[in-house]
């Protein structure tokens, strides 16, 4: 039974549980103590009492351990997949996944038993399927959903849940944006009904998804209060997964909203959680919030070309961000010719799906309009205008989308005086 008893508390340690969290009031601590070092052969009542409490079934306790090379090969396909996201190289981080994508085929084609470890493989498999293309595939959806079945005939719960995360994200980078919410809420619902033990982490990760959607669909006041409830929820636990996230979105939604104090608190709490990850990228996504609020709500152009100089020479790629804001501050500063420069080199990039990102970037068409018109270039500048009020006309409101509006006003306007 020495086999049962690691097992019991690798699930406890999983789930960041004490001897006394799984003992609960039916053991001593001392009991589970002995069961776990395999000193004690527990009664089927005993194991049933466990199983409750890791929020597993009992069946799943008495499975044989996965192999330990497939649980190497796991840990191996996370590490990789970590350090290529923190290098910021996005034709290395998809050769990677390529890559990786090949390798766990290699054991999908395995008759593999249904336990924890093939239920990771299948999740980690959709996530780099999506990854390869950046956006969910037909095959990125059926793995994800083979990882949910083996979950739940495991009764493994919360890692069932946090796919069903997985598949509303899919929605939304698909842009059914109010689709993605209401699966969210429903499996939300079905999951708290059937968990004993939640898990915070899995709690953070769908509150904080559940925020992005909402703010996606116009809910900005529900998004707000569930951020501030999550913050206020991580504070009181001292967790701080995801915080980067949740302080940058945090920022951006205060920068929205004109509360600048507020903003510039969340955006240093952000910067400092990615700086102690280490992630380029995350720390990229702060100075370019930044760069943005000296830019378009400080109009201090000069610094923001500063920052955004100092970035292209240590990412050396092209950056469709990098592009509308030194388009912006050219335009501030009332160098045309410069600012249609930079504007002309932007592309929509694929990765971006959130209204928010989307209405930003399609300022560029309306600053391009602004330029033309300066030019004279009255046909050129009102089919961007009318690019851009087209691209936004189903988003929620923004400051962008009204930039926009204003700006297609003003250009057709001036077109016929």
């Not at 469709?320 to 500063?333: D, H, I």
Request: aromatic share 10%; hydrophobic share 35%.
């Amino acid at each position: 039974m020495n086999n049962l008893g690691e097992r019991i508390r690798k699930l406890r340690k999983e789930r960041k549980m004490t001897l006394v969290d799984v003992a609960g009031d039916f053991m001593t601590k001392g009991m589970l103590s002995l069961i776990e070092n395999g000193r004690s052969n527990p009664s089927m009542e005993s194991l049933q009492h466990i199983a409750r409490q890791l929020d597993v079934d009992v069946h799943f306790l008495l499975e044989e351990q996965a192999s330990e090379e497939l649980q190497q090969f796991i840990r191996s396909l996370e590490e990789r997949i970590q350090d290529s996201e923190r290098d910021l190289q996005l034709d290395k981080y998809k050769t990677l996944l390529k890559q990786l994508d090949q390798e766990i085929a290699e054991y999908l084609k395995m008759n593999l038993p249904a336990t924890y470890e093939k239920g990771r493989l299948l999740e980690i498999g959709s996530r780099v399927k999506r990854g390869i293309v950046q956006k969910p595939t037909e095959e990125s959806k059926a793995l994800s959903q083979q990882a949910a079945a083996v979950y739940d005939q495991l009764s493994l719960f919360n890692r069932a849940y946090k796919v069903q995360l997985d598949h509303a994200l899919d929605l939304f980078l698909e842009r059914k944006y109010e689709e993605a919410l209401d699966f969210l809420r429903d499996k939300k619902q079905h999951y708290l009904s059937r968990t004993v033990v939640a898990d915070p982490l899995v709690q953070i990760e769908s509150d904080y998804n559940e925020a992005v959607y909402l703010y996606a669909v116009g809910k900005n006041e529900e998004g707000t209060a569930l951020i501030d409830e999550l913050l206020a929820f991580t504070k009181r636990r001292s967790i701080f997964h995801q915080m980067d996230d949740i302080y940058r979105i945090a920022a951006f939604n205060s920068l929205l909203t004109g509360d600048e104090d507020k903003f510039l608190y969340y955006l240093k709490k952000s910067r400092q959680f990615a700086e102690f990850k280490e992630s380029k990228m995350e720390i990229e996504s702060a100075q370019f919030i930044e760069i943005h609020w000296l830019n378009e709500f400080k109009k201090e152009h000069n610094k923001a070309l500063k920052m955004l100089e100092q970035i292209e020479e240590k990412s050396g790629g092209e950056d469709p961000y990098v592009y509308l804001e030194k388009g912006r501050a050219y335009f501030g500063l009332g160098e045309i010719d410069n600012a249609l420069k930079e504007l002309n080199k932007l592309e929509m990039p694929k990765y971006s799906h959130h209204p928010f990102d989307l209405s930003m970037l399609n300022t560029a068409y309306a600053y391009r309009a602004l330029c033309l018109a300066h030019k004279g270039q009255w046909e050129e500048a009102m089919k961007d205008a009318d690019l851009a009020k087209s691209a936004v006309k189903d988003f929620p409101h923004t400051p962008y989308r009204d930039f926009i509006y204003d700006t297609w006003e003003r250009v057709h306007q001036q077109s016929l005086s």
